[in-house]
C-alpha cells in the first residue's frame, strides 16, 4: 500500500512561478470556457438561432410547396389551362360560398339587423347634434338682440 501511494503522488519539480503561470493558464481557458458556454446558451442566442431556424424551415417549405403547386398546372409544354379553370372556378365558388354562408348566418343572428339599427343609431345622433348646434346659435341670437334691446330700454329709462 505504501507503494501505491507513492506512485499516486509524483514529487513535482515545477517552480513556483511554473505553477503560478500554469493556474494563470488553466483560468484564462476556463474562463474562456464559460464566456463560450454564455454566449452558447444565452437566452438571446438561443432564441437568435430557434428563430434562424424557424425562417430557414419556413424557406425550404415554401419553396417546396411553390414548387409542387407550379409543377400542377404548368409543365415543360407551357401553363395548364385546363388545371388553371379548374382552380379558377373553385376558388370562385368558395368564394361564393362564404358570401352566402355570411349573408345567411348575418340573417340567422339578426346582426343585419343590429347593423341596420346601429347605423340608424349613429345617424339620428348626427341630427341631434346638428339640430342642437342650430338651437344654440338661435339662441345666442336671441339672447344677444334681447341685450341690445334692453340696453336700448336702459338708455330710454335713464333720460
Not at 409542387?68 to 398546372?73: G, T
Amino acid at each position: 500500500m505504501a507503494d501505491n501511494r507513492q506512485q499516486g503522488k509524483a514529487k513535482d519539480i515545477r517552480s513556483a512561478d511554473q505553477i503560478r503561470r500554469d493556474i494563470a493558464a488553466a483560468r484564462a481557458k476556463m474562463s474562456a470556457t464559460v464566456e463560450g458556454l454564455t454566449e452558447q446558451f444565452h437566452p438571446a442566442a438561443v432564441k437568435n438561432r430557434v428563430v434562424e431556424d424557424a425562417k430557414e424551415f419556413v424557406q425550404k417549405e415554401y419553396t417546396s410547396v411553390r414548387e409542387k403547386l407550379i409543377s400542377q398546372v404548368k409543365d415543360e409544354d407551357g401553363w395548364r389551362t385546363d388545371r388553371l379553370k379548374l382552380v379558377g372556378g373553385a376558388s370562385a365558388g368558395a368564394v361564393t360560398g362564404l358570401v352566402l354562408l355570411r349573408a345567411v348566418v348575418g340573417k340567422v343572428t339578426g346582426s343585419t339587423a343590429r347593423k341596420k339599427f346601429e347605423k340608424a343609431q349613429v345617424a339620428a345622433a348626427k341630427d341631434a347634434k346638428k339640430q342642437a348646434k342650430k338651437q344654440r346659435k338661435t339662441d345666442a341670437k336671441a339672447a344677444k338682440t334681447a341685450k341690445k334691446q334692453a340696453k336700448k330700454l336702459a338708455k330710454t329709462i335713464a333720460k
